[in-house]
């Protein structure tokens, strides 16, 4: 076999690597410290947070009929896996004058089950 399908083989791997570590029932059960804050699903509804339906390829600071810090409003970013395991590391980092108060979640096992969790809700809250 060439060099070219080993390196392709290789690449894949890695890339697939992550989304099969993570644990969509884990990342649920983590989610329940966002709860009194965020919801996700159908019937979400903007709360102290906004929900977090469609955060996947969602610019920050969006949320219909969420009333935002300027600081969320003025952020550059599009909600991605890399930008969400910063972020939820420490989100007064990340966004400096978010309303945000959470500390943060520090494990990047259950950052990225929480962010596996999150990202199979559609904009609607349905399933992708």
Known sequence: MTNEFW???MV???STSSILAQDVAAGETSFRKCLPCHAVGADARN???PLLNGIEGRKCGTVSGYSYSEANRNCAFTWNEAIFLD???SPKAKIPGTKNLF???KDETEASNLWAYLRQFGPD???K
């Open 12 to 14: 894949f791997g890695l």
């Open 7 to 9: 390196m392709t083989a």
């Open 103 to 105: 500390s943060g979640i």
């Open 87 to 89: 972020y939820i590391k």
């Open 47 to 49: 709360k102290i947070g």
């Open 125 to 127: 809250g349905s399933p």
